[in-house]
């Protein structure tokens, strides 16, 4: 599926955190109507569900306040006002944890029947997160976007 106009890198950090930024972008995205119909069954769940579970948010309170406008930041920061603040180590372990899931755990199912579907066994993909790269049509094997 090529990349999705305004939709960020799983990769793409909005202070210390991986992923952020594009479930905040998902969300503008779906809100404005040009998220396209693929995205839609996740949103809310998956990853942003997860995100919004490390944040100790509801995704739905989220989605009214990135309503209100704002920064990633700011809209960041107001997580951390709801959910608490997160330790440098909580978000080490957060990225670590993201980044590589589905290389050697209970993802590695879903991951496999992923690539199979998308017609991507020939590229090098670890992760769910080298999925959705490759998927949209960026190689994360050349950019290695988890060392910046």
């Keep these: 599926m090529p990349a999705v106009p305004g939709l960020r890198s799983v990769y793409a950090k909005v202070g210390r955190l991986v992923y952020f930024g594009r479930m905040l972008d998902k969300i503008r995205l779906l809100a404005a109507g040009r998220l396209p119909e693929d995205y839609r069954e996740n949103v809310g769940i998956g990853f942003d569900g997860r995100c919004c579970h490390f944040l100790r948010v509801k995704h739905a309170d989220l989605v009214a306040r990135v309503a209100q406008g704002g920064t990633d ?6 997580c951390h006002q709801q959910g608490g603040e997160r330790s440098d180590q909580d978000c080490e372990v957060w990225n670590g944890f993201m980044m590589k899931r ?3 755990d209970a993802g590695r199912e879903v991951l496999l029947k992923r690539i199979v579907e998308s017609k991507l066994t020939a590229k090098p993909i670890e992760t769910m997160f080298d999925y959705i790269e490759y998927d949209e049509e960026r190689d994360p094997a050349a950019t290695r976007p988890w060392l910046a």
């Design 73 to 78: 930041e700011e809209i960041l920061a107001w």
């Design 102 to 104: 589905g290389w050697r």
